[in-house]
């Protein structure tokens, strides 16, 4: 082309930009048009979230779109969570090759998470939970180097979690729970060092834990909920000290529980919820347990375990929640003496065991946050004793197919007055 044509497409160029001022003239047309494409994707939008999408304003002030400072036309940030957009997502969003995140929670996209994405090697932040979202998850993700945050859970999501994941050196927290995936979990998965929390639930997996979780000594919220996992619990998992969320509940794991490690010392000092509900475990609860003085939540329930509830209970200052119903506990209720120190504590659940003997007057002294006490199913003896009126916030107290003899305590009538929805049962 002629040097003095070049010449005058540019002055033309300018000429048109500054005097009519439309401003995509300002832009890099290569967002620009990833973010028309991305719009034109869109087959609803109820709360107008894309209304600024359009060329009376420079796409870096549109709604949800940041970008970078010191590239100043160049996107670095897609966010529209929670906006009820419907639609598919445009494979032309792996053009924005400066973006870091993409934040589209909490919509109705669906149709392939689009393999572009992939492009993107600066991206940090994935974030497409709750959406409908279906097919495979793109294998290369992997290519997304930097990102440190993913997040796919509740979708319709089909396939085997790629290996290629366990690339990902920076990923700090992986969630793909609540989708219809399939296989195990990929040994690869080991190798993210990084990685704080994993959440895996509701993915229809088998097979193993795998041994190697020994590596990931950042872990602090593991959630394996609600799949088909079997074997026993590595014994590793127990000497990640910074756990704090331990939910492996709805599986097939099975044999007892040990946090013998090798160490002298208990490693679990930060957990906080311990969740095994509904699997095959056997054995006595460990004493040890006791130790991770921060527990708040325990839910044992519907397994195998053996032998007498843990004497030290009352350890748990923050404790709410302790369940251990549908075992074969022998014990009497002794044990409901050092739950009196648990002064948060709202909820008991102990029901289906072979737990004897009387209940002690101590029950009375159970938090005044009390609400629910499921001791059915027992063998329970005596009488209920009559100052257990003092828990006024009382809601639920099941005590049916046990041995009780003598009259119903009048203030338990007073409860009932003050919390009309009580389920007394004896």
């Given at each position: ?208 834990i795998p041994a190697e979780i020994n590596r990931l000594q950042a872990l602090r919220f593991v ?173 639920f107290l099941y005590m049916s197919s046990n041995q009780l003899s003598g009259p119903i305590p ?17």
């Amino acid at each position: 082309m002629p040097k003095c044509l070049t010449l005058l497409l540019y002055i033309a160029l300018v000429w048109c930009c500054f005097n009519n001022t439309p401003a995509y003239c300002l832009a890099n047309e290569t967002d620009r048009l990833a973010l028309i494409s991305f719009k034109g994707s869109i087959d609803q939008d109820p709360f107008g979230a894309l209304n600024s999408w359009n060329d009376s304003l420079h796409y870096c002030d549109w709604e949800g779109i940041a970008c970078s400072r010191r590239h100043r036309d160049r996107v670095t940030k897609l966010n529209l969570r929670s906006q009820g957009l419907v639609g598919s997502l445009s494979p032309h969003i792996g053009n924005l090759s400066f973006l870091r995140i993409i934040v589209l929670q909490n919509n109705s996209f669906h149709g392939p998470v689009p393999q572009e994405i992939g492009r993107l090697f600066r991206l940090q932040t994935l974030e497409l939970s709750n959406n409908s979202f279906g097919g495979q998850i793109p294998k290369n993700l992997s290519s997304c180097s930097n990102l440190e945050y993913l997040n796919l859970i509740d979708n319709h999501l089909t396939g085997n979690i790629p290996g290629e994941i366990g690339s990902l050196a920076k990923l700090e927290a992986l969630g793909l729970g609540v989708n219809n995936l399939s296989g195990t979990i990929p040994l690869s998965l080991t190798n993210l060092s990084s990685l704080s929390k994993v959440s895996l639930g509701e993915c229809n997996l088998h097979g193993e834990i795998p041994a190697e979780i020994n590596r990931l000594q950042a872990l602090r919220f593991v959630q394996l909920r609600n799949n088909n996992l079997s074997g026993k619990i590595p014994s590793g998992l127990f000497n990640i000290s910074t756990i704090s969320l331990l939910s492996l509940s709805s599986n097939k794991l099975h044999g007892s529980i040990s946090f013998d490690t090798g160490s002298s010392t208990f490693a679990l000092t930060n957990l906080q919820l311990f969740l095994l509900y509904s699997n095959q475990f056997t054995g006595m609860i460990p004493t040890s347990l006791s130790n991770a003085t921060g527990l708040e939540k325990m839910d044992l329930s519907v397994n195998s375990f053996t032998g007498p509830m843990p004497k030290d209970l009352g350890k748990f200052p923050r404790l709410q929640f302790i369940g251990v119903g549908v075992n074969r506990l022998q014990d009497d209720f002794s044990f409901i003496s050092s739950l009196t120190n648990c002064t948060s504590l709202k909820w008991i659940e102990v029901y289906s065991n072979l737990l004897g003997g009387s209940l002690p007057d101590s029950i009375a002294n159970l938090s005044s946050d009390m609400s629910q006490l499921s001791m059915e199913d027992n063998q329970v003896q005596g009488s209920i004793p009559s100052d257990i009126g003092n828990l006024v916030n009382l809601t639920f107290l099941y005590m049916s197919s046990n041995q009780l003899s003598g009259p119903i305590p009048e203030t338990i009538g007073e409860i009932v007055l003050q919390n009309y929805h009580l389920h007394l049962v004896t």
